[in-house]
C-alpha cells in the first residue's frame, strides 16, 4: 500500500520499523513488499523486527528472517 506509505511520509514521518517474523516461527510473507513500498514512498530509514518464536533457534530465526528480506535494503547504515 504505497499510498498509504506516501501519506505517512507527508505526515513527517522519517523511518519505519516492520515485521519480518511471526510469533508462530515464520516468516511473514508481506514484510518484503512491506519495507519496498516504504521505501518507495521516500522513507529513507527503515528496518525489520522479529516476533521470537520459542520453537525454534535464535539463530534459525535470524537465518530465515535474512533469506526472507533476501534483496531488499533494511537496516540502519
Known sequence: ??????????????????????????????????????HEAGIEYVDVYLFPCRGKSAAEQVAGTIENMDGVKFGQM
Not at 10 to 30: C, H, K, Q
Open 1 to 38: 500500500m504505497p499510498d498509504q506509505w506516501k501519506c505517512l511520509k507527508a505526515d513527517g514521518i522519517e523511518f519505519a520499523i516492520v515485521r519480518a517474523w511471526l510469533s508462530y516461527g515464520a516468516p511473514d510473507t508481506e514484510a518484503k513488499h512491506t519495507v519496498a513500498n516504504a
